[in-house]
């Protein structure tokens, strides 16, 4: 399975839940716009535009890990932020090592 999917069905599935624990409408935006953008680069890359798909997931994925890096370390917990941060980087590699 692409990362680039599994970190964008867990992004949707992390927004959602955050909506439905919380009432967070920004999570539900946040998570279903970021998933839906990196399934749409998820696909360019495995469907013949593989260098726009993994530099379109590679941004995606950096923003991710670099937002939610610092909302983790600002609360001092590790969930949910710090779990998506890291889900996020770990994408990012493999987008940045799918690049080389």
Known sequence: M??????AAL?????????TKKGSVPSLVAGL???GILTYFSHQASHGNAKFGHQGALVVTV?????MG??????GKFMPAGLVASIAALAAVWNAKSLA
């Open 2 to 7: 692409d990362p680039n999917l599994a970190a």
């Open 11 to 19: 992004f949707a599935l992390g927004g959602a839940i955050g909506f």
């Open 33 to 35: 716009t970021s998933g």
């Open 63 to 67: 923003a991710m890990a670099l937002m």
């Open 70 to 75: 610092n909302r983790a370390f600002r609360s």
